[in-house]
């Protein structure tokens, strides 16, 4: 693992953009930042890791919300400075309560919403039972 995680060329905050495209239909879901742990977390466990510099920790996509990513497949650009992880996304990948977090489109000059909420905000982040599995049937490798 170590020789995947060091053909990686993070930035000066040790930090890699990752996007994340769900792997069967191509959508774009949303982009994130991952440090050398969330990728290999998310190699070993198949379920995606993030870094979040607003909180400085390791961030499991889905451990307040439920809304999991499945890694499916990464893939790396030709300068080796952004990954892209095909994702299985369970439910909805952005905080706003959208499938997607890139639902402003710019039309005639003006932003215009492309997407619906799908699932409430206050729903999604209110404090109870963790919502996240422990594991899946769902296999990336």
């Known amino acids: 693992m170590d020789a995947i995680v060091d ?18 239909t191509g959508e774009v879901l949303m982009m994130a930042w991952m440090n050398r742990a969330a990728v290999k977390e998310t190699l ?5 890791c993030y870094w979040s510099r607003s909180r400085r920790r390791l961030w499991r996509k889905g451990e307040e919300s439920g809304q ?17 992880l095909l994702v299985d996304q369970v439910g909805v990948a952005c ?5 997607t977090c890139f639902y402003r489109a710019l039309r005639n000059g003006a932003f215009v919403i492309t ?3 799908e699932k409430d905000p206050a729903v999604l982040y209110s404090k109870g039972e963790d ?6 049937n769902v296999s990336w490798k």
Do not use: M, W
């Open 95 to 99: 905080h706003t309560g959208r499938h």
């Open 115 to 117: 997407a619906d909420v």
């Open 68 to 84: 999991i990513q499945f890694l499916k497949e990464l893939r790396l650009d030709c300068d080796g400075d952004t990954i892209l």
């Open 7 to 24: 053909a990686i060329a993070f930035n000066d905050a040790d930090l890699v953009p990752a996007i994340a495209q769900h792997y069967d």
């Open 44 to 48: 070993a466990t198949g379920r995606v």
């Open 131 to 136: 919502p996240c599995p422990t594991s899946s």
